[in-house]
């Protein structure tokens, strides 16, 4: 089955305790994505990354980290997490295009509390 | 940097009611896809426009693509409780720098009362 994983799924901790959020997908997806969900801002990108060992900022990048080592997996590290990081992260992934266009698919979320 | 605003921010409907939520961009958008997220769950693909004045409907929801193609809606007819959750809308823009960036819009809450 085409999936994205994400774990954890639930997750408490502690500011400046670093933590790290796994994200893998099995459709050979170039193209991997972590987004921060909360109220009335939608889905906004954190980092991305078009393949193997090519990442970049997204448009919430402060405070986050990520690794591309290998295609199928996409980490998102909080190195010292804080309270205003407290919210529902999604991964997700597509193939990557020249100028065509895929729909995206998105892990199930992981709800982060900092406290 | 580009934008996409979405409203309403939430509806609440009767069953059988029509809903619409509608996406207007700051920017010419390559194609506009939309994605249903359930109470709880993830967001989930429905459907994607590319061309200019486009209108896709699959089942109760009609999508429409603005002539400009900067704005577009989702249309719900006759409500059911199934249709409960947030709708988003998420617009394609090219840029040299970074291939197609996807923007998304704030979403729509959709409550069906029974």
């Known amino acids: 089955e085409a999936q994205v994983t994400q774990n954890p799924r639930y997750l408490i901790t502690v500011t400046g305790k670093k933590l790290t959020v796994t994200c893998s997908q099995n459709?050979?997806?170039?193209?991997m994505s972590w987004y921060r969900q909360d109220p009335g801002l939608g889905l906004r990108q954190i980092y991305y990354s078009m393949n193997v060992e090519v990442t970049d900022k997204g448009d919430v990048p402060e405070g986050y980290k990520v690794s591309r080592k290998e295609k199928r997996n996409f980490p998102l590290i909080l190195e010292s997490p804080s309270p205003n990081q407290t919210s529902l992260y999604f991964c997700?992934?597509?193939?990557?295009?020249?100028?065509?266009?895929?729909?995206?698919?998105f892990g199930p979320g992981t709800r982060l509390t900092v406290t | 940097g580009q934008q996409v605003m979405q409203i309403p921010q939430y509806q609440h409907v009767q069953e059988g009611e029509d809903f619409t939520t509608y996406c207007n961009s700051s920017t010419t958008l390559s194609n506009i896809q939309w994605y249903k997220q359930r109470p709880g769950g993830h967001p989930v693909f429905l459907i994607q426009l590319v061309k200019s004045g486009e209108v896709k409907k699959q089942k109760r929801l009609t999508f429409q693509f603005g002539e400009a193609k900067k704005n577009s809606s989702l249309h719900i007819t006759a409500t059911q409780t199934t249709d409960v959750g947030t709708y988003f809308c998420?617009?394609?823009?090219?840029?040299?720098?970074?291939?197609?960036?996807?923007?998304f819009g704030a979403g729509t809450i959709l409550r069906v009362k029974s």
């Open positions: 459709m050979n997806h170039e193209y």
């Open positions: 997700a992934s597509r193939l990557q295009m020249s100028r065509g266009d895929y729909e995206q698919y």
């Open positions: 998420a617009g394609q823009v090219w840029t040299t720098r970074r291939g197609n960036k996807l923007v």
